[in-house]
Nanobody, 120 residues
Framework: QVQLVESGGGLVQAGGSLRLSCAAS????????MGWFRQAPGKDREFVAR????????SYADFVKGRFTISRDNAKNTVYLQMNSLKPEDTAVYYC?????????????WGQGTQVTVSS
C-alpha cells in the first residue's frame, strides 16, 4: 500500500523557516515526480513545487520562487520542502504528492497533509 507521510509543519513567526519532509513507502518512486501543494482555509488547493526523480526538472509557483526549495533523497524515498522567509499568507495545510513521469502529470498519490501556520 502506497503511503506518503508528511512531517515538519508547525507554528513559526513571519520571516522564519520550516523544513517539511515527506516519506514515501509502498513502492519505488524512482520514476515519479514528487510535488508539494497547499490549501489555505476557504481556498482551493494550489501547486507549490515539483521535482523529477533526477532533479533535472524542477518547477515552483511564482509566489514561492526564491524562498522555497524542493529536494529529494531518492535512496530514502523522501522529498523535502525548505521554506524560508515565511509570510502569513503561506499559512496552509501542505500536502505531498507523487505523479508518474508521463505527460500530462497526474498526481495520484497524496499524503494527509501537515499544517503550517505563520504568525505576523
Amino acid at each position: 500500500q502506497v503511503q506518503l507521510v508528511e512531517s515538519g509543519g508547525g507554528l513559526v513567526q513571519a520571516g522564519g523557516s520550516l523544513r517539511l519532509s515527506c516519506a514515501a513507502s509502498g513502492r519505488t518512486f524512482n520514476s515519479y515526480y514528487m510535488g508539494w501543494f497547499r490549501q489555505a482555509p476557504g481556498k482551493d488547493r494550489e501547486f507549490v513545487a515539483r521535482r523529477s526523480w533526477s532533479g533535472i526538472s524542477t518547477s515552483y509557483a511564482d509566489f514561492v520562487k526564491g524562498r522555497f526549495t524542493i529536494s529529494r533523497d531518492n535512496a530514502k524515498n523522501t522529498v523535502y520542502l525548505q521554506m524560508n522567509s515565511l509570510k502569513p499568507e503561506d499559512t496552509a495545510v501542505y500536502y505531498c504528492a507523487a505523479a508518474p513521469d508521463r505527460w500530462p502529470l497526474e498526481f495520484n498519490y497524496w499524503g494527509q497533509g501537515t499544517q503550517v501556520t505563520v504568525s505576523s
